[in-house]
T-cell receptor, first 116, second 110 residues
Framework: DSGVTQTPKHLITATGQRVTLRCSPR?????VYWYQQSLDQGLQFLIQ???????AKGNILERFSAQQFPDLHSELNLSSLELGDSALYFC???????????????FGPGTRLTVT | GQNIDQPTEMTATEGAIVQINCTYQ??????LFWYQQHAGEAPTFLSY????GLEEKGRFSSFLSRSKGYSYLLLKELQMKDSASYLC???????????FGPGTRLSVLP
């Protein structure tokens, strides 16, 4: 158990819908990261927040957005869903923003999203 | 562009040593790291290199050569539980983006 929690574990929804994925980082960790993992594209970095502010952006679509709240939990919002958005979405957390504190990321168990 | 290459699959025998290579071409460099991912599970952090050289951590070691855009992960005294995918990733120093390789699926045979 990494100490990072994600809800829900599974989500099935229809095309065009909007969903929200939730992540609670490990106690004391200030950085939260979101990743998407699909069979054909591997693990893709989406976005990073540090202490409530956006710190880095990866291959995140405009239909997707995220935020980190004052209690440090984070939400990833996916809208106008398409079949291709079906994937495993991981959240990870780390203590800091540089050096080993940044890169020693702890991953949550993931949310499996299926768009039908 | 951003590109990371790793072998797709490798097979080794229990108790042996295996080296998984990773080559990268990215927009700047701000560290390379390795993750282990068992099927159906989340990735687990293994190692982080930002300077050239070898970092050792128990049975696992990771090496980096920035001038060659090259890293390897060395696993010693292989155990059956080491059967997993190993992901190489680089963080660039412009957008602070993480770029992941496709992963190397390692099978450890008895």
């Amino acid at each position: 158990d990494s100490g990072v929690t994600q809800t829900p574990k599974h989500l099935i929804t229809a095309t065009g819908q909007r969903v929200t994925l939730r992540c609670s980082p490990r106690s004391g960790d200030l950085s939260v990261y979101w990743y998407q993992q699909s069979l054909d594209q591997g693990l893709q970095f989406l976005i990073q927040y540090y202490n409530g502010e956006e710190r880095a952006k990866g291959n995140i679509l405009e239909r997707f957005s995220a935020q980190q709240f004052p209690d440090l939990h984070s939400e990833l919002n996916l809208s106008s869903l398409e079949l291709g958005d079906s994937a495993l979405y991981f959240c990870a957390s780390s203590l800091g923003t540089s050096g080993r504190a940044l890169h020693e990321q702890y991953f949550g168990p993931g949310t499996r999203l299926t768009v039908t | 562009g951003q590109n990371i290459d790793q072998p797709t699959e490798m097979t080794a025998t229990e108790g042996a040593i295996v080296q998984i290579n990773c080559t990268y071409q990215t927009s700047g460099f701000n560290g390379l790291f390795w993750y282990q991912q068992h099927a159906g599970e989340a990735p687990t952090f293994l190692s982080y290199n930002v300077l050239d050289g070898l970092e050792e951590k128990g049975r696992f070691s990771s090496f980096l050569s920035r001038s060659k855009g090259y890293s390897y992960l060395l696993l010693k005294e292989l155990q059956m539980k080491d059967s997993a995918s190993y992901l190489c990733a680089v963080r660039d120093n412009y957008g602070q983006n993480f770029v992941f390789g496709p992963g190397t699926r390692l099978s450890v045979l008895p």
